[in-house]
C-alpha cells in the first residue's frame, strides 16, 4: 500500500517550458487536492478534485491546469513556467471532503 | 485575507517540556480542526483533529485544547523530545469548503 505517490521528486525548467505533475493514489479515496508550499506561506490549493472527471479551483489556480481522467490520478500542468511558480508542490487525497488525510512526499520545482 | 492566525512562527523547547502552539479562526463556521505535522522533506501528515462540541482531545503526548467563544485552538505536546521536531500546521474547516491553513510553526526540540 503506496498511500500517495508523485512523480518527479525533484525538477529545474526553463521560464516558458511546460511540464506535467503526476499523482497517484492506492486508496480509493474520492477526493483529491494539489498545494503549493513556500517558505512563511503554508500550504495553500491550488486545484481539487472532487471525483473522476471533476475539478476546481483553489486559491492559487492562476498559471496552473489539472486533469482527472482516472480516479487514482490527479494531473497538474504547467504550461509555461514561471519563477513564481518555484515551490514543493504536495498532492494529497482523502475520504472525507476538504480534509486532505494522506500526502505525497512533494515534487520540489526550481523555474530558472 | 487570512482566515486561521497560528503562533508562534518558531518554537524552540527543551527536552522533557511542553511544547504549545496556537491558533485562531474567524469564521464561526467552522466546524472541524486538524493539525498536521511536517518533518523535514516529507508531506504533512495527520496527527489529531477535534470538533467544536468538545473542549479538549488527547492522544499520547499530543492534546488539542479548544475554547469556542474565544475561537480559539492549540496544541500541546507533552514531554517533548527531539524526534518531534518539524512543523506544525493547525488548520480549520467547514461543510463544503476546502482546509484553511495556518502558516505554520517550527518547531525544535533541543537535547
Known amino acids: 500500500n503506496a498511500g500517495v505517490t508523485q512523480t518527479p521528486k525533484f525538477r529545474v525548467l526553463k521560464t516558458g517550458q511546460s511540464m506535467t505533475l503526476l499523482c497517484a493514489q492506492d486508496?480509493?479515496?474520492?477526493?483529491m487536492y494539489w498545494y503549493r508550499q513556500d517558505p512563511g506561506m503554508g500550504l495553500r490549493l491550488i486545484h481539487y478534485s472532487v471525483g473522476e472527471g471533476t475539478t476546481a479551483k483553489g486559491e492559487v489556480p492562476d498559471g496552473y491546469n489539472v486533469s482527472r481522467l482516472k480516479k487514482q490520478n490527479f494531473l497538474l500542468g504547467l504550461e509555461s513556467a514561471a519563477p513564481s511558480q518555484t515551490s514543493v508542490y504536495f498532492c494529497?487525497?482523502?475520504?472525507?471532503?476538504?480534509?486532505?488525510?494522506?500526502f505525497g512526499d512533494g515534487t520540489r520545482l526550481s523555474i530558472l | 485575507q487570512q482566515q486561521v492566525k497560528q503562533s508562534p512562527q518558531s518554537l524552540i523547547v527543551q527536552k522533557g517540556g511542553i511544547s504549545i502552539i496556537n491558533c485562531a479562526y474567524e469564521n464561526t463556521a467552522f466546524d472541524y480542526f486538524p493539525w498536521y505535522q511536517q518533518f523535514p522533506g516529507k508531506g504533512p501528515a495527520l496527527l489529531i483533529a477535534?470538533?467544536?462540541?468538545?473542549s479538549e482531545k488527547k492522544e499520547g503526548r499530543f492534546t488539542i485544547s479548544f475554547n469556542k467563544s474565544a475561537k480559539q485552538f492549540s496544541l500541546h505536546i507533552m514531554d517533548s523530545q527531539p524526534g518531534d521536531s518539524a512543523t506544525y500546521f493547525c488548520a480549520s474547516h467547514a461543510g463544503n469548503t476546502p482546509l484553511v491553513f495556518g502558516k505554520g510553526t517550527r518547531l525544535s526540540v533541543i537535547a
Open positions: 486508496m480509493n479515496h474520492e477526493y
Open positions: 494529497a487525497s482523502s475520504f472525507r471532503f476538504g480534509v486532505p488525510q494522506h
Open positions: 477535534i470538533r467544536p462540541d468538545v
